[in-house]
């Protein structure tokens, strides 16, 4: 049984639509019988304009994305027009993208900015850090505060709040490992620290557990108006 997309939709005008998706839904998958975001929102399109009787197929385009594993808000365009302008705010300014992850350990300094350079391949859809001088080399921005350090739990974790600069291939994920702080639950990237007498166990451990990432506050202006815009989730 196909969810009820409506359920994802928060909001929409005749420019754009902003969907809460759910952790484990791919935004977009070619696998035949899996419930994906686009197809979704396709289909509520197609429904809505066969019931105003528009002789045109709706338009959607997908701004940015979330890993099939997270949770959080997404924009879409419902016009050329508006995917271009919702584009250019994406690559130049305007559009602020705010997560919420638990990671393992505790962040040292507890407030700071990550500057790396991070290539993807796309043979095994991972990335890495790297140098600059590494062949299709992007720089990676983010910053990131500790809200709170749950001393309780086993292993010690940590909430951080994270504004990302730049949308790089499982950005997030990579540099917090990097850091010496993978998500929690992360089965991709928690092992890049295994080797650690320390560590290694306690990530097994915690990779029980689902990815603890969630895309919860997005701005950005309206692409018709210029209106600031700000959605946000628990």
Request: aromatic share 6%.
């Amino acid at each position: 049984m196909q969810p009820d997309i409506k359920t994802f939709i928060i909001y929409e005008d005749p420019h754009i639509i902003v969907c809460h998706k759910p952790a484990g839904m791919p935004v977009q998958s070619a696998r035949i019988g899996t419930a994906d975001l686009v197809s979704l929102l396709k289909n509520h399109l197609a429904s809505s304009a066969r019931n105003t009787g528009a002789s045109k197929p709706p338009y959607l385009a997908v701004i940015h994305r979330l890993d099939q594993p997270v949770e959080g808000l997404l924009v879409f365009a419902k016009s050329p027009a508006a995917a271009r302008d919702l584009n250019r705010q994406l690559t130049s300014s305007g559009f602020s993208k705010y997560y919420r992850a638990t990671v393992v350990g505790v962040p040292d300094p507890a407030e700071g900015t990550l500057e790396d350079y991070m290539v993807k391949d796309g043979r095994t859809n991972t990335s890495r850090i790297c140098t600059k001088e590494t062949p299709g080399a992007k720089l990676a921005r983010l910053h990131y505060r500790t809200e709170k350090i749950c001393e309780d739990s086993k292993p010690v974790t940590s909430l951080v709040k994270i504004k990302l600069d730049t949308g790089r291939h499982h950005q997030i994920r990579v540099q917090m490992a990097h850091l010496g702080c993978p998500l929690a639950g992360d089965r991709k990237y928690g092992r890049i620290f295994a080797d650690s007498p320390d560590t290694g166990s306690l990530i097994h451990k915690n990779n029980s557990t689902a990815l603890k990432l969630c895309a919860y506050r997005l701005e950005f202006r309206h692409p018709a108006n210029g209106k600031e815009m700000t959605f946000k989730i628990r």
